[in-house]
């Protein structure tokens, strides 16, 4: 099996996320690969009447993107991931995954699974559609 060099994992701060993690930091530390850590800000949906009853939708999204960027930081940090490159971007989670994972060149992305069935099998998840559009290789870490 040929190393990895350039490994993208997704984080959603879930309870989950630290599982996740390790096996990223394993993948990484046996390749020798560049880690990069990515989150992604879903876009808050606009509401043409203006009944939106908070701040102005762009002040919310700005401070979401800064917290993220926060929560990204500590998240690292306690997973021992400091020196790994930490991304924040907003959009479609997984259109913005992939698009990460080739804008970076990775070879690898490492994702959570929940191993849904059913209905929620039939209508997606974010490691399904990952896994059915990357460039490159998918590991779902089964939670």
Known sequence: ???????LLAVDFTPDASRIAARARQLAHASEAC??????????PIDAAGE???PPQADLHAEMVTTARERLREYAHAEG???AEQHVTSGYTKQEIL?????????LIV?????RHGLALLLGSTANAVLHGAPCDVLAVRL
């Open 1 to 7: 099996m040929t190393p990895y060099n350039t490994i």
């Open 35 to 44: 880690l990069h850590l990515v989150h992604v800000v879903e876009h808050i």
């Open 52 to 54: 939106f009853p908070a």
């Open 81 to 83: 991931l400091d020196d």
């Open 99 to 107: 698009d990460h994972a080739d804008a970076i060149g990775a070879d």
């Open 111 to 115: 994702v959570g699974s929940h191993g």
